[in-house]
């Protein structure tokens, strides 16, 4: 490897230190708490060495909120070049995974909700991270229109039918991320029968 490659790759290296450092902080102290200060005191660099890699604060969060919305929807690509035939198959699969992803990566999950505002955007989900907005959840929303045209899910308003699912999803992620002492089912149960419960409530 050339000194350029090493180089390039310890930068690398230090921006992953920088994310990981700043999210757990962002989460335990507070956005509004923490500094570029504080973050370069974490990782035991200056802070000059931190504004090398990032021009503000702000500019670590659009890196990490950006980091986190990757990593799902690969879980969802994932699911959707081998769907099943049943539209409320595959919404089960999507569910499952974004249960997984939350819990795998609980700071993403809880930074998403702490930095942003959920808006309805011409009848579209839009998360609004400072000047960037995300359009979210439209993957959960199509399955839905699909599982109701084939009859697996009630003629509603396919927003309101969505609040319903991941209201409840949502508060099985948060209750498992802060309070992990819980005598909670496993994961699998939990989830297996989380999906159940809904599909044979809203049918």
Known sequence: MGITERKERQR???REQVLEAAEELFIRDGYQ????RKIAEKIEYSPTTIYRLFRNKADIV??????GYRGVYQRYEEILSRRPESPLDTLNLIITEYVKFGLDNPNHYELWFATS????????????????SYRVY????????????VGSLPDRDALAL???IWGSVHGMISLRIHHPRF???????????????LNRGLT
């Not at 708490?33 to 570029?36: H, I, P, W």
């Not at 439209?138 to 045209?149: N, P, R, V, Y």
């Open 33 to 36: 708490n923490v500094s570029m």
């Open 117 to 132: 505002e959920i808006q309805v955007i011409d009848n579209q989900l839009h998360m609004r991270h400072g000047d960037t």
């Open 162 to 164: 969505f609040q319903l």
């Open 62 to 67: 659009d890196h990490l909120i950006a980091q």
């Open 183 to 197: 005598p909670w089912l496993t994961l699998e149960e939990h989830v297996v029968q989380l999906v159940s419960l």
């Open 12 to 14: 690398d290296e230090l």
């Open 138 to 149: 439209h993957i959960w929303l199509d399955l839905i229109d699909e599982c109701k045209a």
